[in-house]
């Protein structure tokens, strides 16, 4: 039989793909990257607006507690010390800091001491175990009952439902109780949203690192895989797909459902509209989630004043169609036993590798990506 002129096809020129081609370069692997879009970095990619870096398909924070993972990204560009600490305008009008932590409590309940806050919280969970006791349940069945025993009903009410609502179109008792468990509750003064080691953006934005990863590699933009399977089924041993589980599939079982974000992006004649990248915007009432303002990204302290303008964008969440970029899988159980199905077909091919938070139907950070893609390659 004739060599096929690739040993890996990369289906999509995101984060997973640009690794794993970075990865497979340097194991002296012959990679070919298609994207079907314009640009390379799939949703990292930022547009340079006024001299700052606009993350076109929303915020990206890098952080990690894995020191290999932050050594490599390091080595592709050096990353800034941008730290995560968002705030949220509540339903109350009040302005509270993020994640659940001591500044939080003092702004909702004017307590000053861990332990005063302790003993808050533990009666707030309180209620909320014996209510759910009384309807016979002992283990949180969905988000809304997560939330209520981690965190209690005044939280839930002024800064978890109406955000989350909004964020994924769907009740709170409707929402798998994972999503509420990426946010830490900490009892000390510390608004730093994660709590891993290392975290930051890179120097000069993400397309630096996405162009870094793909330096050497051959990569084809504006290229569908489904509008010429046949063709690039054919041009590699192995194919590392990106995309869409149940399109690769055909959608046999029926579709997966995503969240998609749109967002209006507009530029203010001000060099500091709203002091922090990120506002998030917790009550149903107001129709966006969330205003990121993307040059405190990387620009810090009054050096925000250097350029006399601002790019803001508004995070409108909305429910996918074909038309629109996929960006969050709801695993709520319909589509996980959908996902499953799908996956049980995927084990079957050697022949296909399927990677990230599309084809593994899962909501994934960026670290983790870059750990697994590692991984494979030692
Ligand atoms: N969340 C919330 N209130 C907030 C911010 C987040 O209730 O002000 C919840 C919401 O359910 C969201 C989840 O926490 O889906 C995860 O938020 P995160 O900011 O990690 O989401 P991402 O940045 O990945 O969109």
Redesign the pocket.
């Known amino acids: 039989m004739a060599e096929r002129e690739y040993d890996y096809l990369i289906v999509g020129a995101g984060l997973y793909g640009a690794t794993f081609a970075h990865q497979a370069r340097r194991h002296g692997k012959r990679c070919l990257v298609i994207d079907r879009r314009p640009h390379s970095g799939g949703n990292v990619y930022c547009e340079e607006i006024e001299g700052i870096n606009v993350h076109k398909y929303?915020?990206h924070i890098f952080h990690t507690s894995d020191r290999e993972v932050w050594e490599f990204v390091n080595s592709i560009v050096p990353f800034n010390r941008y730290t995560n600490s968002?705030v949220?305008v509540a339903p109350d009008g009040k302005l509270y800091n993020?994640p659940f932590n001591m500044n939080t409590f003092h702004q909702m309940w004017g307590v000053k001491t861990p332990e005063e806050a302790m003993s808050k919280l533990e009666e707030e969970r309180r209620e909320a175990r014996e209510r759910m006791l009384s309807d016979g349940i002992s283990e949180p069945r969905n988000?809304e009952e997560q939330?209520l025993s981690l965190i209690g009903k005044d939280i839930y009410e002024q800064?978890?439902?109406g955000?989350?609502e909004k964020?994924?179109g769907r009740p709170c008792d409707q929402?798998p109780a994972f999503?509420?468990r990426?946010?830490p509750v900490r009892m000390v003064y510390d608004n730093n949203?994660f709590d891993d080691l290392y975290q930051g953006i890179p120097e000069g934005g993400y397309n630096k690192l996405i162009d870094g990863l793909l330096e050497g590699v051959e990569v084809c933009l504006n290229e569908d895989f489904f509008s010429n399977r046949e063709h690039w089924e054919s041009v590699a041993d192995t194919i590392v797909f990106t995309g869409k589980i149940d399109q690769f599939f055909g959608y046999r079982f029926g579709k997966l459902e995503y969240r998609t974000v749109s967002f209006e992006t507009e530029t203010i004649d001000k060099p500091n509209y709203q002091g922090n990248a990120v506002v998030?915007y917790?009550s149903g009432d107001i129709p966006y989630t969330r205003i990121i303002e993307h040059k405190h990204f990387e620009t810090f302290g009054n050096a925000v004043y250097d350029n006399p303008k601002t790019v803001v964008s508004r995070e409108y969440p909305t429910e996918w169609n074909e038309n629109l970029e996929p960006y969050?899988p709801v695993n709520n159980e319909r589509n996980q036993q959908l996902y499953e199905r799908y996956k049980s077909l995927a084990d079957q091919t050697d022949k296909v590798i399927f990677g990230g938070r599309l084809a593994e139907y899962r909501?994934y950070?960026m670290a983790p990506i870059i750990q697994q893609v590692l991984k494979y390659w030692k």
């Open positions: 929303g915020a968002p949220a993020l988000l939330a800064l978890i439902k955000y989350t964020q994924w929402l999503i509420i990426r946010l949203y998030n917790t969050y909501y950070d």
